[in-house]
């Protein structure tokens, strides 16, 4: 097995793999272990608000992220979001979390939409799909390790993040390129249109359906941190997004449109068996937190081929405007699956009754997107 | 409700694996999609 890996890997593949990946790849799982910290040291029942702020300024910074790498130079922009990261990190520290440095980090730290766009650029070649699970693969990771970042204190955790993101500063400074920054004829290219027309339709239906499919997925994230019984369950859901999203790191590319619709398709049938059984059986207890880690797996496995499609749509000039706008729906999604949770406080049935509901809205979205295809 | 910290581990360092896997996989690949292109222009 080593031999058959050292035979696969080449000379030269050390020097392609810090000049093309690792910066990139780096800057996306230090993102989330920050994220990890920002999330252990405000819980939601305390601080509402910031969590609501966090997101926001996550939701809106992304996108603009995104489009000034498109506008300008993706490394410099990934440059820069992680120098900006290296300045409010300490101050985070400093004033313990407050509202106002979780709102510069969340804005100005988030490497993930020009990391993305920068990994399809440098490989054109590659299924776009497959690049965007290896990316989401590098954003799960981190959260496998929960429970031992929970064992550190916030002053450690942080330390060692500054101390990698200074590396990696450095490292995207000296070494990584960006194929879209390096052409010559970037005026000329940014003149096309930013999606392709005959694509369009079936992007926007998929980017429709999405919303919905991740509402499900931050209504049963909220819902774990009510249960007073969820000891570390959250790295649970990050571990069954990880393994659905392994899964979809050896496709190729999207198969075809309605792989989607399967996959809300299965989330409504995922959701009505447990729902009947409870009525038909009444002694039956629903597990619940079961069910909903079913629902991260579906998210991380679909979640690359929605990338997909939209970027396939996409003209080359505005990728990066494009993964901001996915990343800025997840956010959008998050923070109304939030607010659905701590106003209503749902029942069990009530959740899953809601699953239902949300993943049949996505599955007709898709299937009607289906026709564009 | 406990969660086993080995078992997240187990699959954190085995997607880690395959991460790096298929990182060093798409470094290889890259040089022969760069020669390709030269020798389409």
Redesign the interface.
Do not use: Q
């Given at each position: 097995m080593i031999i058959f890996?050292k035979n696969?890997?080449?000379k030269?593949?050390?020097h392609?793999?810090v000049v093309?990946?690792?910066p990139a790849?780096l800057a996306v799982s230090l993102f989330e272990i920050i994220a990890i910290e920002v999330y252990l040291n405000t819980p939601l029942q305390e601080s509402k608000i910031k969590f609501f702020v966090w997101r926001s300024a996550q939701a809106v910074g992304g996108f603009i992220l995104g489009y000034l790498s498109d506008k300008f130079c993706r490394k410099k922009i990934l440059i820069i979001t992680q120098v900006l990261g290296l300045l409010i990190l300490p101050l985070i520290l400093w004033q313990n979390f407050a509202v106002f440095p979780l709102f510069l980090i969340g804005f100005f730290f988030n490497p993930s939409p020009v990391a993305r766009a920068a990994l399809i650029d440098?490989?054109?070649?590659?299924s776009k799909a497959?690049?965007i699970a290896?990316t989401y693969?590098?954003q799960?990771?981190p959260w496998?390790?929960?429970?031992?970042v929970k064992g550190f204190t916030s002053y450690e955790v942080i330390i060692a993040a500054l101390i990698i993101l200074a590396i990696n500063v450095t490292m995207s400074y000296l070494f990584f390129e960006d194929r879209k920054d390096k052409k010559s004829n970037h005026q000329k290219e940014r003149s096309q249109n930013v999606v392709h027309m005959k694509r369009r339709k079936r992007a926007l239906y998929t980017l429709c359906a999405l919303f919905p499919g991740q509402l499900v997925f931050f209504i049963s994230d909220t819902f774990f941190e009510n249960?007073t019984?969820?000891?570390?369950?959250f790295?649970?859901l990050g571990?069954g997004s990880?393994?659905g999203v392994?899964i979809g790191?050896f496709y190729r590319k999207i198969p075809h449109l309605s792989l989607l619709t399967f996959c809300f398709g299965i989330g409504v049938l995922l959701s009505v068996v447990p729902l009947i059984t409870s009525y038909l059986v009444p002694d039956l207890n629903i597990d619940l937190?079961y069910q909903l880690m079913l629902f991260s797996n579906l998210g991380g496995f679909y979640l690359p081929f929605v990338f997909d499609v939209v970027l396939s749509a996409t003209s080359a000039s505005y990728r990066g405007t494009a993964c901001g706008i996915i990343d800025l729906i997840i956010a959008l999604s998050s923070i109304i699956g939030v607010s659905i949770v701590i106003l209503f406080n749902p029942t069990e049935t009530q959740i899953l009754s809601m699953t239902i509901i949300l993943f049949l809205i996505s599955t007709v979205i898709q299937k009607k997107g289906e026709k564009h295809a | 409700?406990?969660?086993s910290?080995n078992?997240?581990?187990t699959?954190?360092v085995g997607?880690?694996i395959?991460?790096v896997?298929?990182?060093?996989?798409?470094?290889?690949?890259?040089?022969a999609?760069q020669l390709?292109r030269r020798n389409e222009k």
């Open positions: 890996w696969r890997i080449k030269g593949s050390l392609d793999l093309h990946l690792i790849i440098n490989f054109p070649r590659e497959k690049l290896i693969v590098a799960f990771i496998c390790f929960y429970l031992n249960l019984s969820n000891a570390g369950l790295s649970a571990i990880l393994i392994v790191i937190p | 409700m406990k969660t910290s078992l997240a581990i699959v954190g997607s880690t395959v991460l896997a298929m990182m060093s996989l798409l470094a290889r690949n890259i040089k999609s390709k």
